[in-house]
């Protein structure tokens, strides 16, 4: 899988309430890419070409397509 990178980044703070940990997304990413209150995004535990762990979130709704699972 190759990633391309868009020039945005941002560092999130890691909350807890109760049992469930979360990260949070820039507001300004979140209104560029029309996310609101209540959606449900898809994310996923990979690996990076260094071995380090990653988490790819898939903004639009949608389930990653199978035939890219590598």
Do not use: H, P
Not at 12 to 28: E, G, H, M, P, W
């Amino acid at each position: 899988m190759k990633i391309k990178f868009l020039g945005i980044g941002w560092k999130s703070k890691v909350s807890q309430k109760r049992a469930t940990l979360s990260i949070s997304i820039n507001k300004l990413v979140a209104e560029g890419c029309c996310i609101e209150k209540g959606q449900v995004l898809y994310s996923y535990l990979a690996e990076d070409e260094k071995g380090r762990k990653i988490i790819i979130t898939y903004l639009d709704e949608k389930k990653k397509e199978k035939s890219n699972i590598i």
